[in-house]
């Protein structure tokens, strides 16, 4: 199994789509994981040895495997009794600890639910991303929860991992202004 993670990266605005299918278009492996500028990976170290694994175990038909966190609109991915405030940073490593005590390598199957999951930190399988057609390529904000629910229209499969839990800045960002957290888009991890 290869798995490509990447940081996808756009200078135009509302083009976030066009970056993860650019990345998908290049690249040959059978998976591709996605991760969103504002997330802190740290909060959960084990985070690449549990996407691999998950990758490893899920069945042929899944074809998103997404994680939980502390800021997102998508309930099944926000943890609960997590302060949205709270950006300490020991803070969300034992939230991350607790989370991943509590469920380990879990994979919840939420196919089925009516919430989309959204792209903070994911995988997506590339049989899946060509049988869809790919990302809607113009949009920033719900090109990742229109892509969710394409998959589903196409019978593929959505797992979460709920012991994954990272850090998600989301929005505070863009309201304070911040550009440092963007300086590190655009990197790239093979294995």
Do not use: K
């Amino acid at each position: 199994m290869q798995l490509l993670m990447t940081v996808p990266f756009t200078e135009e605005p509302n083009r976030l789509g066009a970056a993860y299918n650019e990345i998908m278009r290049e690249t040959t492996t059978e998976w591709v994981g996605f991760v969103d500028h504002d997330v802190w990976l740290a909060a959960q170290p084990e985070w690449w040895s549990m996407i691999r694994r998950a990758i490893d175990e899920v069945p042929r038909s899944v074809a998103w495997i997404g994680c939980v966190t502390n800021r997102i609109g998508c309930p099944l991915q926000r943890v609960r009794g997590v302060d949205p405030r709270n950006h300490e940073m020991h803070y969300h490593r034992q939230i991350a600890r607790r989370e991943y005590e509590q469920h380990g390598h879990e994979l919840r199957d939420v196919t089925g639910s009516r919430f989309s999951l959204s792209a903070l930190v994911f995988a997506v399988r590339r049989d899946a991303w060509l049988d869809v057609g790919g990302f809607r390529e113009t949009g920033w904000l719900g090109v990742d929860t229109d892509f969710c629910g394409r998959l589903r229209r196409r019978h593929w499969r959505i797992v979460l991992l709920p012991g994954l839990y990272v850090y998600h800045w989301y929005r505070a960002a863009e309201a304070q202004n911040d550009a440092s957290d963007r300086a590190t888009m655009g990197r790239t991890i093979t294995a």
